[in-house]
T-cell receptor, first 116, second 114 residues
Framework: AQSVAQPEDQVNVAEGNPLTVKCTYSVSGNPYLFWYVQYPNRGLQFLLKYITGDNLVKGSYGFEAEFNKSQTSFHLKKPSALVSDSALYFCAVRDGIKAAGNKLTFGGGTRVLVKP | KAGVTQTPRYLIKTRGQQVTLSCSPISGHRSVSWYQQTPGQGLQFLFEYFSETQRNKGNFPGRFSGRQFSNSRSEMNVSTLELGDSALYLC?????????????FGQGTRLTVV
């Protein structure tokens, strides 16, 4: 079975400060890891993914994430947060084996509030 | 390139009724997955289709069903609606259901059961 934990329900940060959203995962096979963002009354918008290779992954809108295999973590980061980054962020994992298909297991989400 | 299209955007149904939701994937995408999002349970996987075949199914009762057509469009059906079925239902499409492809989500259908 696979699982994802996002330990913080909400993260508050001042505009211009660094933003970090934490995620840890558990999966039996090779982890395929994703970050999505959701704005009110909208679907999920893909930010970035880790499949293999460099542990630091760069994505959309200045976001990046660092994969740490020993700590089974995949934290999302942004060097300088914007008010418009305020949204709900989801970390997701997929087992890399073919039989697992596209089934994503999501964390509970972290609400990010960036204050001016 | 058009994104994932879900119709309708909003639905209000009465307990006991049934409902059908539709999803048109991104052109060329052959894999479609469905998720239920509620405040209490978060995002939960319902099922996944590829080449008109269900490949994976989540832990939902048999009242929840789906299908995929030859043009990759998908529908999901919920019969005998319960109040607890009120949720945002999200459809996601991807090129194929394996490999390093990511899933792209539609805007969702907000179902309210009264």
């Amino acid at each position: 079975a696979q699982s994802v934990a996002q330990p913080e329900d909400q993260v508050n940060v001042a505009e211009g400060n660094p933003l970090t959203v934490k995620c840890t995962y558990s999966v039996s096979g090779n982890p395929y890891l994703f970050w999505y963002v959701q704005y009110p009354n909208r679907g999920l918008q893909f930010l970035l993914k880790y499949i293999t290779g460099d542990n630091l992954v760069k994505g959309s809108y200045g976001f990046e994430a660092e994969f740490n295999k020993s700590q089974t973590s995949f934290h999302l980061k942004k060097p300088s947060a914007l008010v418009s980054d305020s949204a709900l962020y989801f970390c997701a994992v997929r087992d890399g084996i073919k039989a697992a298909g596209n089934k994503l297991t999501f964390g509970g989400g972290t609400r990010v509030l960036v204050k001016p | 390139k058009a994104g994932v299209t879900q119709t309708p955007r909003y639905l209000i149904k009465t307990r006991g009724q049934q409902v059908t939701l539709s999803c048109s994937p991104i052109s060329g995408h052959r894999s479609v997955s469905w998720y239920q999002q509620t405040p209490g349970q978060g995002l939960q996987f319902l099922f996944e289709y590829f080449s008109e075949t269900q490949r994976n199914k989540g832990n939902f009762p048999g009242r929840f069903s789906g299908r995929q057509f030859s043009n990759s469009r998908s529908e999901m059906n919920v019969s005998t609606l319960e109040l607890g079925d009120s949720a945002l239902y999200l459809c996601a499409s991807s090129l194929i259901p394996w490999g390093d492809t990511e899933a792209f989500f539609g805007q969702g259908t907000r179902l309210t059961v009264v």
